[in-house]
């Protein structure tokens, strides 16, 4: 099982020169000991896997579909949409993540059956108001639950190659997880090997014959490496409105690191750098495209995906070649007007931020004039609200 060593490195190097951080003992003890348990746990069972279940050496991963585009532009939902046509596509829930061995998984699910079958769904009920305390408060910016569909990229979290180190701790200086295509060759192929091992035990778990479906902002860097793994990928790429978008997920994270007790001076250089991948997340998916014409795509803006779900996720299906099954059809139909009145509270302001509303449109204004988005001149104001809580 790979573990990324460099990476390990920078952290601890980090954490370690941050001497007036109150939670600096705590992050090393983390560092130090629990992560190298973690990661020999997670290596004995990776191991394991292939004693286990032999036909993992033969399995394939064909035609997988990845959701990319900018945080925020509706890649939570559109994956929740296609993840509800369970016949087709396997993906990994949030629990699922942190154990990427296919025996790990086996193991809990025989734990869920023996608390169904002989202890009154107890064990259940404690992880229920675990889940409802720990992600409920936040629902409003983000559904979040260990029993819901999540960002791919977190399954190789054992492999120290996670955006959640950055989450906690403003470092998005110190490790790079969006610019994969620009990679040394060799890292970059021993990162999507590890994840293309993950994705093929998670297929065996819910349907060898499936098509894995991915959804992960941070992969709009990956699209090359991601084609150059999976000669047969498909992509969809979500469109969003830059002046809404780009300050959502600036506050959202902002938040994150807020809710940690850090400043903002601490953050200040990685929201700047966040700042700059928010370009990046349209620029680079765009021009990697159009580099692999044969690569099937479709491009969904997060209007159409909002106001016609079921129409756009026609259309996505027609643009990668796939046929709709009759039930998910009937499920289309009765979530339609579900889905388009899901509203939320969740409220930021491109003034809170160094970069304007005029310099989004100059860096993006192709993108501006391709989709028509509303500019500065003939908008309403700054201050946004997000009109879909699934807008991540």
């Known amino acids: 099982m790979y573990f990324d060593l460099q990476y390990y490195w920078r952290v601890l190097r980090h954490v370690w020169s941050l001497k007036t951080w109150p939670g600096r003992t705590r992050t090393l003890v983390r560092l130090l000991v629990l992560v190298p348990l973690e990661y020999m746990f997670n ?24 959701i990319v585009g900018h945080a925020r532009s509706g890649t939570t939902l559109v994956h929740r949409l296609l993840a509800a046509d369970g016949e087709t596509f ?81 470092m998005m200086d110190v490790i790079d997880l969006f610019h994969v295509d620009q990679m040394p060759a060799r890292k970059r192929r021993r990162w999507l090997h590890h994840y293309r091992e993950c994705i093929k035990r998670q297929l065996l778990l819910n349907g060898a014959n499936k098509i894995h479906l991915s959804k992960n902002p941070v992969m709009s860097g990956w699209v090359g490496a991601l084609i150059e793994t999976f000669p047969d990928a498909r992509i969809v790429v979500m469109v969003r409105d830059p002046a809404q978008c780009i300050p959502s997920v600036l506050k959202l994270v902002e938040l994150s690191w807020q809710a940690k007790g850090w400043k903002r001076p601490d953050y200040e250089g ?36 909002t106001t016609q779900p079921r129409a756009t996720v026609h259309a996505i299906y027609r643009a990668l070649g796939m046929s709709l099954t009759d039930s998910f059809y009937r499920y289309l139909q009765s979530q339609e007007e579900r889905e388009k009145s899901h509203t939320t509270d969740f409220r930021y302001s491109i003034d809170d931020y160094a970069v304007s509303r005029e310099q989004i449109e ?23 609200l997000d009109n879909h809580y699934h807008g991540s």
């Not at 639950?145 to 403003?170: H, K, Y």
């Open 43 to 66: 290596a004995v069972f990776f191991t394991l896997d292939y004693l286990f279940f032999p036909s993992l050496w033969r399995q394939r991963v064909e035609k997988p579909v990845f």
């Open 90 to 170: 396997s993906y990994f829930l949030y629990w699922e993540m942190f154990f990427p061995s296919l025996l790990q998984k086996r193991i809990i699910q025989l734990f869920g059956y023996i608390d169904e079958k002989c202890l009154g769904r107890a064990l259940n009920k404690r992880l229920v108001a675990w889940d409802d305390k720990t992600f409920g408060p936040y629902r409003h910016m983000h559904n979040m639950s260990l029993w819901n569909s999540e960002e791919d990229q977190f399954v190789m979290r054992g492999a120290f190659v996670t955006q959640q180190w950055s989450l906690d701790i403003p």
């Open 270 to 305: 990685s929201l700047q750098m966040l700042t700059d991948i928010s370009f990046e997340s349209f620029h680079h998916p765009a021009k990697i495209l159009s580099l692999h014409p044969d690569t099937p795509q479709a491009v969904v803006d997060y209007r159409e995906l």
């Open 362 to 384: 100059a860096r993006l204004g192709e993108f501006y004039d391709k989709y028509h988005w509303p500019r500065a001149a003939t908008d309403s104001g700054d201050t946004a």
